[in-house]
């Protein structure tokens, strides 16, 4: 009798694990078409971007040669919008405008980001909201192709064209690339582009280039890169000491 119960107890679990495993393979099969047609309607929605123009020029953080770039681009298109990603301190951004006669009013700075995974993980969000369907991507060439594959995983993702470009730096850069580096953040990128389709976040240091108060700037004292050409500057009657030196606003690595 108690053999018999055994057997019988054992078909049932037998069976119970069937209908499990039978549920798994529906919901991995359910799983593999949403992301099917995910990957389907994202890629016809980024043909289509690819065919459109340039709506928002991306900079990510590291050079103050790629501020001087953009100023440049700003004063030639001055209707399309500009993020820059923790770039140089706010009043060298402000006076490399002032220099290159660029419109300062489509210019925001976006001053969360302390890596280079930030500089999306923040500037996606906004270039969202803006609407944006092809953005002109700027770094340096000691940034690629790591920048360039991390954008396009999770820029991509959310049906933006990406246009890298290039801005020569002069000199040895700040930070080096390593393998291990670019891996870890193409492995996380993969993660969150699909993460990121369900949560935006916002960063809550984010200011427009006209809004940059020089006077308090000028009243506290802040240092440029050397690259930048600013030397010492005057307004009023303060006197800001821009240094001429190499060293990056951000205390903390980028990654």
Request: overall charge positive; glycine content about 6%; aromatic content about 14%.
């Given at each position: 009798m108690r053999h018999k119960f055994t057997r019988t107890s054992s078909i049932s679990d037998q069976r119970k694990f069937q209908k499990w495993l039978q549920l798994l393979q529906k919901l991995f099969r359910s799983l593999c078409l949403v992301l099917g047609c995910w990957l389907i309607l994202t890629t016809i929605t980024l043909l289509f971007a690819s065919s459109k123009p340039v709506d928002a020029l991306f900079v990510l953080g590291g050079s103050i040669r790629r501020e001087i770039y953009v100023a440049q681009q700003a004063k030639q298109n001055p209707q399309i919008p500009i993020l820059i990603s923790r770039g140089s301190p706010d009043p060298c951004i402000w006076l490399i405008f002032q220099r290159e006669a660029a419109d300062l009013q489509n210019v925001w700075l976006e001053n969360c980001a302390n890596s280079t995974f930030d500089n999306f993980y923040y500037g996606i969000p906004i270039?969202?909201?803006?609407?944006?369907?092809?953005?002109?991507?700027?770094?340096?060439?000691?940034?690629?192709?790591?920048?360039?594959?991390?954008?396009?995983?999770?820029?991509?993702?959310?049906?933006?064209?990406?246009?890298?470009?290039?801005?020569?730096?002069?000199?040895?850069?700040?930070?080096?690339?390593?393998?291990?580096?670019?891996?870890?953040?193409?492995?996380?990128?993969?993660?969150?582009a699909v993460i990121s389709q369900f949560i935006q976040p916002q960063c809550s240091n984010m200011i427009k280039l006209t809004d940059v108060d020089m006077q308090i700037w000028q009243n506290q004292g802040f240092v440029c890169e050397r690259q930048g050409g600013l030397g010492a500057q005057k307004q009023g009657n303060s006197h800001a000491q821009i240094e001429q030196t190499g060293a990056r606003h951000n205390s903390l690595p980028r990654l």
């Open positions: 270039l969202k909201r803006w609407g944006v369907h092809k953005v002109k991507l700027i770094s340096s060439p000691t940034h690629f192709p790591r920048a360039k594959w991390m954008a396009q995983i999770l820029l991509g993702a959310q049906g933006i064209w990406v246009e890298p470009e290039v801005v020569e730096e002069k000199g040895r850069p700040a930070n080096r690339e390593y393998w291990w580096k670019t891996a870890f953040d193409i492995t996380r990128s993969l993660l969150w």
